[in-house]
């Protein structure tokens, strides 16, 4: 089992920058994929970014490509979303995910952490 703990949400101004990360603690040997999805309450949840944990693959939302980056520290087992250019939109429950096999789902989510984006 995999556990996920958000990090690094709070309020930021129009134009700022905010820095989440995903700690990931629990049995296993190695992550497989790691990824960051997004949530407005009484909205479909929305996929932001997501690589493989061996950091050769990484894929954006369109929304937040040129604006969003997703790495990770494998030694540590944490992975990070780095958000600048930040916009009203972006106000949202961010939400990491991940999983330890070559699936096209994750089976492991962390609690969330809200970004509020003020114009």
């Known amino acids: 089992q995999v556990q996920l703990v958000e990090s690094g949400g709070g309020l930021v101004q129009t134009g700022g920058s905010l820095r989440l990360s995903c700690a990931a603690s629990g049995h296993f040997i190695d992550l497989y994929k790691m990824a960051w999805f997004r949530q407005v309450i009484g909205k479909n949840r929305e996929f932001v970014a997501s690589m493989r944990w061996n950091g050769i693959n990484s894929y954006y939302g369109d929304s937040v490509k040129g604006r969003f980056t997703i790495s990770r520290d494998s030694a540590k087992n944490i992975g990070y979303l780095q958000m600048n250019h930040l916009e009203p939109e972006d106000t949202a429950i961010y939400y990491c995910?991940?999983?330890?096999?070559?699936?096209?789902?994750?089976?492991?989510w962390g609690q969330g952490t809200q970004v509020t984006v003020s114009s």
């Open positions: 995910a991940a999983s330890v096999e070559a699936v096209a789902t994750y089976a492991f």
